[in-house]
């Protein structure tokens, strides 16, 4: 059982007067058991003091053997003799626990922002047929323990930072693959293509110890990247030409853990506002992780970076948050916003992603840094540079 893990989400229920915590996020899942969820139809269950238990599919029980929790309780998948009814199975489960009836049960209440489950295809999640299972089995009273449960994740354990940083290396394979890729006549969708390739192909069984690896890559090229910074990207059928700027959004999961980088080129010779305004973002990167510390208000991280862009004459082009938390999803707390209230702490892991789009292009880079004691830890040890000869 993974102790840290559990004492912080135990000291939560006990402030929140709360006897047991049951989790169907997968994301939350894996957070407390080890064990990410194929269908995201698990359960997990955190009594405040003894064991927790397991409810999964029984199709899963080879993926649940490899978390920490030893009380796995499995349910039939469907069978020729009636359509399959999963709820019907967990409230069975459910009833035979030693659960007291009137408990006061933690659930993800207010979940709507969540991570994929394995099988990306289709989410599963924590709604009113599962909440009335609840009820039904013990008779139960739910208290809403999502923020707790964000809070606690925000803090990154030795084992997450060494997914995320694999997922980092992986992410590092798939962009100098979609580098050697680069050439006139490419389609932004085929360099997207490559990165997600190196996913699957280099990825999994990495170091031998990576199970399931995902990829999503997003390329924008030309006028393309100057849309960029909207709140989704996409590659499209556009053919790369030469002095286009190239832009790869490229988000990593590996075993449930996320990476987000973003890296900007221009194929061909650079014109100089572009050096000036690229080396603008390179360090104000810099000015960035010299600064960091523990204790300090997320916007202020927001706020050097985006002082630093003005200086030199970019304000009007920098029109986003500096970064965002990441680990079990791809957005999480703190939010590096002008108007965040986070506090940052030591092992953090966010994003550090300054970026200027034009009517004609955009450019961002990203990194995945964690906090240390005194500045950060780059978990992105991909190299920064702006022109790709022909």
Partial sequence: MHEVRIA?????????????????LPENVL????????MGLSLL?????????????????????EGWVRDVRTYETEKLDEVWDP???????????????????GCELRCESMATNSVVGELNYPGELTFDVIRRAWNATLVDMTDEIMKARMIKTEDELEKMQMANEIAKMGLEAVVERIE??????????EAERVVHSEGIGYKGKVRRARGFAFVMSGENSSKAWYPFNFSSDRRVRKGDVILIEYNVCVDGYWTDITRTWVFGEASESQEDMYNTLLEAQEEVYRSIRPGMQAREADKIAREFISRRGYARFFPHRLGHGIGLKIHEPPALHPASKDILQENMVHTVEPGMYTAKFGMRLEDDV????????????VPKYLSLKE
């Avoid at 269950?45 to 053997?65: D, M, N, S, W």
């Avoid at 006139?184 to 293509?193: F, I, Q, T, W, Y």
């Fill in 8 to 24: 912080r989400i135990r000291r939560s229920m006990e402030r929140l007067n709360v006897e047991v915590l049951l989790c169907k």
């Fill in 370 to 381: 964690v906090i240390l004691g005194k500045g950060v830890k780059n978990l992105t040890d």
């Fill in 184 to 193: 006139e006549g490419v389609k932004e969708s085929e360099l997207a293509a």
């Fill in 87 to 105: 709820h019907k199975h967990i409230l069975r489960v459910l009833k035979e626990l030693p659960v007291p009836k009137g408990v006061r049960v």
């Fill in 31 to 38: 957070y407390l058991s080890g064990y990410w969820p194929v």
């Fill in 45 to 65: 269950i955190l009594p405040l003091e003894g064991e927790p238990t397991l409810i999964i599919p029984k199709a899963e029980e080879e993926f649940a053997r």
